[in-house]
């Protein structure tokens, strides 16, 4: 069953602080793996989109790790600011066949960053 | 200059009444989604549209139909709302269907009494 489990549910760090999500996944054929932010109230926004055949990329504070093999991904938040507390979403893309066009999304790590 | 929009934002209605949802985006994009957000913050596919075409139908009640009468219009209707009809519904549009990047628009918070 194609499926996306994201840990921990919930965060709670200190401004400043860094930190780190996980997710981990079953689908396959897997075209690529993104990471969204969502804020209360608001709609997801893509932070990062990764293929198969990238290891890490970054956009600003955020850097996500994937491993492909293990089937597995990571979101590293540096230097927490107040405004990362969020929710933040993994999901992965199939590639072909059934899975062709069709997005799979973890429940979400809800972050909140405390002054 | 809203990439996404929905409207509207805030929708309360009683259970039995028929409502609709409605979403544009000016993007030029070939591909619209629908996508459903529960009280516990997941977000799940109901359908897709490319080039006004169904792709994708999740297992959702045929009391919801979309109707797409062009390429950057994707509405949605529900009959005989049920009050497990409350959540959130998310539009989001993509280049094409196979595309990396999907833009949301902001949500209508549905509530059904």
């Known amino acids: 069953k194609n499926q996306v489990e994201q840990s921990p549910q919930s965060l709670i760090i200190l401004e400043g602080k860094n930190c780190t999500l996980q997710?981990?996944?079953?689908?396959?054929?897997?075209?690529?793996l993104r990471w969204y932010k969502q804020d209360t109230g608001r709609g997801p926004v893509s932070l990062t989109i990764?293929?198969?055949?990238?290891n890490t990329k970054s956009n600003g504070r955020y850097t996500a790790t994937l491993d492909a093999d293990t089937k597995q991904s990571s979101l590293h938040i540096t230097a927490s600011q107040l405004s990362d507390s969020a929710s933040y979403i993994c999901?992965?893309?199939?590639?072909?066949?059934?899975?062709?066009?069709?997005?799979?999304f973890g429940r979400g790590t809800q972050l909140t960053v405390w002054p | 200059d809203t990439a996404v929009s929905q409207t509207p934002k805030y929708l309360v209605t009683q259970m039995g009444n028929d409502k609709s949802i409605k979403c544009e985006q000016n993007?030029?994009?070939?591909?619209m989604y629908w996508y459903k957000q529960d009280s516990k913050k997941f977000l799940k596919i109901m359908f897709s549209?490319?080039?006004?075409?169904?792709?994708i139908n999740e297992t959702v009640p045929n009391r919801f139909s979309p109707k797409s009468p062009d390429k950057a219009h994707l509405n949605l209707h529900i009959n005989s709302l049920e009050l497990g009809d409350s959540a959130v519904y998310f539009c989001?549009?993509?280049?094409?269907?196979?595309?990396?990047?999907?833009?949301f628009g902001p949500g209508t918070r549905l509530t059904v009494t």
């Open positions: 989001a549009s993509s280049q094409f269907i196979r595309s990396y990047e999907q833009y």
């Open positions: 997710c981990n996944y079953t689908v396959s054929p897997f075209s690529n």
């Open positions: 990764m293929t198969f055949s990238e």
């Open positions: 999901v992965v893309s199939g590639d072909r066949g059934s899975t062709l066009g069709r997005l799979y």
């Open positions: 993007l030029g994009h070939d591909t």
């Open positions: 549209y490319n080039n006004k075409e169904l792709i």
